[in-house]
């Protein structure tokens, strides 16, 4: 039989929201309760690299993950490779003698490798490069003629906050009104020249995996939490209108305050979940406590924090003065081999998907 391989390799980095996601409408389409607003970190440092490739001699589809393989039939997996093979189209490569038509693509396997530079689920937002990654390269082999604002509503399928990564810079996530989702995409604000001066610190306070996923977590938030509604409906959609106009005339103060409260909003309606979720550590919030009476002393925001889902502390600085002095802060506080936990910086500019 045939013995061809055709393979695509991309690059996609992680983004750390801003304004943060977090509760579902739909948890199948995976449909947000508000807007969010992330930036898009430089590949360099935090971003997943997979490969993809697709043969005849293929008879399943198979996934790795770090060199592991990994179950394929989950759920948002599948439905990410059904909604790129629904818009696959003819492939030719004649120096290989390859001819695949849109409908072959229908009984074609992939396998995908896919591998990240940073720790897995430990609130570094792994799946939201891996999903991004995963449904821009399946697009690029399968030669699907459709822009990344439609590819990023394929993306939001795999998770949430994937669709974002779609474009490097500061990115938007439009929650959308329809059923279907077809308008729950990410929109691209301003790309990674805009605001060229911002520096990424990232203090990796624990590489363990978190140990409340983001799925259970929003859904325990969304049925449990009496601030959540207030959060989504009142506070989040005057922020987002705030929050744009800060990121367009680069006022670094506001976008200061409104990153740091809307972290600690997000980590308060956690709180208020019942169970509880606790995802920030006493290291987290000593971190906090760092930086706050930084900004204080210094009379204006010279550095912003915001954390995931998860201890990891993500901390954006105004330029690169800042983040040297509060690299040194940091180091003072949690001297390498402390007593804390606390054990390595990963520094960057934002950039893009390259
Ligand atoms: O898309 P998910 O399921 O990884 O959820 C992401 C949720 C947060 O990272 C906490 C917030 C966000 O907007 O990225």
Not at 135 to 144: T, Y
């Amino acid at each position: 039989s045939e013995k061809w391989v055709l393979m695509v390799t991309a690059q996609t980095p992680t983004n750390i929201a801003v304004i943060k996601y977090w509760g579902k409408r739909d948890e199948n389409l995976i449909l947000a309760i508000n807007d969010s607003i992330s930036v898009t970190l430089d590949p360099a440092h935090l971003c997943t690299t997979t490969t993809v490739a697709v043969s005849p001699s293929f008879n399943q589809d198979r996934m790795w993950l770090n060199g592991k393989e990994i179950s394929f039939a989950g759920g948002r997996y599948q439905n990410c490779l059904r909604e790129i093979r629904a818009r696959a189209s003819d492939v030719e490569d004649e120096k290989k003698g390859i001819k695949i038509t849109k409908n072959d693509w229908q009984n074609l396997h992939v396998h995908v490798a896919s591998y990240n530079n940073f720790p897995t689920a430990a609130g570094l937002a792994s799946s939201a490069a891996g999903f991004a990654c995963l449904v821009f390269s399946l697009a690029k082999l399968m030669n699907v003629q459709e822009d990344n604002g439609r590819l990023s509503a394929i993306a939001r399928q795999g998770s949430g906050s994937a669709c974002r990564s779609l474009y490097g810079g500061f990115v938007k996530w439009v929650m959308g009104k329809e059923e279907n989702g077809s308008d729950s995409i990410a929109i691209p604000l301003v790309d990674e020249k805009h605001w060229d001066e911002l520096v990424i610190i990232i203090a990796v306070v624990s590489s363990r995996q978190k140990e409340t996923s983001s799925t259970s977590g929003m859904r325990e938030t969304v049925e449990t939490s009496a601030l959540i509604e207030h959060r989504a409906k009142e506070v989040v959609p005057k922020r987002i209108i705030q929050m744009e106009e800060a990121i367009q005339n680069r006022d670094f103060p506001t976008f200061a305050q409104l990153t740091c409260a809307d972290s600690n909003q997000f980590h308060a309606v956690c709180m208020d979940t019942s169970p509880p979720i606790f995802y920030m550590n006493d290291t987290s919030h000593r971190v906090i406590g760092c930086v706050e009476k930084w900004n204080r002393s210094e009379g204006t925001p010279q550095v912003a924090y915001t954390f995931d889902a998860g201890p990891n502390a993500v901390m954006i600085a105004r330029n690169r003065k800042a983040a040297t002095l509060m690299l040194q802060r940091l180091l003072f506080h949690f001297p390498p081999n402390s007593d804390t936990d606390l054990n390595s910086y990963v520094i960057g500019d934002k950039s893009i998907l390259k």
